[in-house]
């Protein structure tokens, strides 16, 4: 079992930033995978980033490419988004999921989720 918590969240104007942070407990393992996702109301979740736990290789959706960093620090045993020039439709309630062993961006495929924090951006 894994145990996810996030914290972080908060109001926002546009053009800000906010960092997320995702502690992880339990059986923590080197095959570990870790993702962000969120939904925003009356819409379906959607992948945000992913990193794996080892290697730190990283994915992002298009939409967030370039603004939001996803890292981890595997001493702290946490899991982190930076998400920078935040715009009204990053909006959502932003959930932390873990899975192993491979990379996936569809959450469904993952087994562990946390219980999610807030971000709401105002325009």
């Known amino acids: 079992q894994v145990q996810l918590v996030e914290s972080g969240g908060g109001l926002v104007q546009a053009g800000g930033s906010l960092r997320l942070s995702c502690a992880v407990s339990?059986?923590?393992?080197?095959?570990?995978?870790m993702g962000w996702f969120r939904q925003a109301p009356g819409k379906e979740r959607e992948f945000v980033a992913a990193?794996?736990?080892?290697?730190?290789?990283?994915y992002y959706a298009d939409s967030v490419k370039a603004r939001f960093t996803i890292s981890r620090d595997n001493a702290k045993n946490t899991v982190y988004l930076q998400m920078n020039s935040l715009k009204s439709e990053d909006t959502a309630v932003y959930c932390c999921?873990?899975?192993?062993?491979?990379?996936?961006?569809?959450?469904?495929?993952?087994?562990?989720w946390g219980q999610g924090t807030q971000v709401t951006v105002s325009s």
């Open positions: 999921a873990a899975r192993e062993p491979r990379p996936r961006t569809n959450w469904k495929e993952y087994d562990y």
């Open positions: 339990g059986r923590i393992s080197s095959s570990l995978f």
């Open positions: 990193i794996d736990w080892s290697g730190g290789s990283t």
